[in-house]
């Protein structure tokens, strides 16, 4: 079964510092790797996604992420962090089921920025 | 346009009492997932419907839970006798799954807050 881990419970950076979330999953065949942002109040939204091709792939909000298969990793990164930016950020990875897609998520990391 | 939309926003029970949790979702949308999110636990898959598939529910805890969408639009979730344990927000995503789609993006409620005394 896939497995997603998320070392990190809690990080806390300055505004304008960079940031880079860790994610790193188990799963047999080429996984469908997702990040999703959860802001105070608000739903989980779609910050970025990986199928295939190029292993950097740029999202919203000035997100990137680096898919590298030899270390199962699936990091966020974000070069200049903007206090806005304060939420829970999710990894999750994604099997087809019949035509749908079912996640199965990380625990989460919760960022906290300083100003 | 409106997104997916939960009700009630916010249910406290008391032990071992019924709750039922709705979800609608986007207007067209054939996927339906439910989701948990505990404390510390991130985000437990419960249930899949696709249209008039029968439903994956893998991820039901225990026969406390169920859930059915009916006419393939709104779904209920229904926990009997819950527990403290039950305690979590309940998540409900949807889906414009097109047959033979690699992938459909999911649409995100903003939840049901549950709590059990």
Do not use: M
């Not at chain 1, 881990?5 to 860790?22: F, K, W």
């Not at chain 1, 469908?32 to 950097?56: A, E, H």
């Not at chain 2, 989701?35 to 994956?56: C, H, K, T, V």
């Amino acid at each position: 079964a896939q497995s997603v881990t998320q070392p990190d419970i809690h990080i806390t950076v300055s505004e304008g510092a960079s940031l880079e979330l860790r994610c790193n999953y188990s799963y047999g065949a080429t996984p469908y790797l997702f990040w999703y942002v959860q802001s105070p109040g608000q739903g989980l939204q779609l910050l970025l996604k990986y199928f295939s091709g190029d292993t950097l792939v740029q999202g919203i909000k000035g997100f990137e992420a680096e898919f590298k298969r030899s270390q199962s990793s699936f990091n966020l990164r974000k070069p200049s962090v903007h206090w806005s930016d304060a939420a829970e950020y999710f990894c999750a990875v994604g099997i087809l089921t019949g035509g749908g897609n079912k996640l199965t998520f990380g625990t989460g990391t919760q960022l906290k920025v300083e100003l | 346009g409106a997104g997916v939309s939960q009700s009630p926003s916010n249910k406290v029970t008391e032990k071992g009492k019924d709750v039922e949790l709705r979800c609608d979702p986007i207007s067209g949308h054939t996927a339906l997932y439910w989701y948990r999110q505990s404390l510390g636990q991130g985000l437990e898959f419960l249930i899949y419907f696709q249209g008039n598939s029968a439903p994956d529910k893998s991820g039901l805890p225990s026969d406390r839970f169920s859930a059915e969408r009916t006419g393939g639009s709104v779904s209920t979730l229904t926990i009997q006798r819950t527990q403290q344990e039950d305690s979590a927000v309940y998540l409900c995503a949807s889906s414009p799954t097109r047959a033979g789609a690699v992938y459909s993006p999911l649409h995100f409620g903003n939840g049901t807050r549950l709590t059990v005394t």
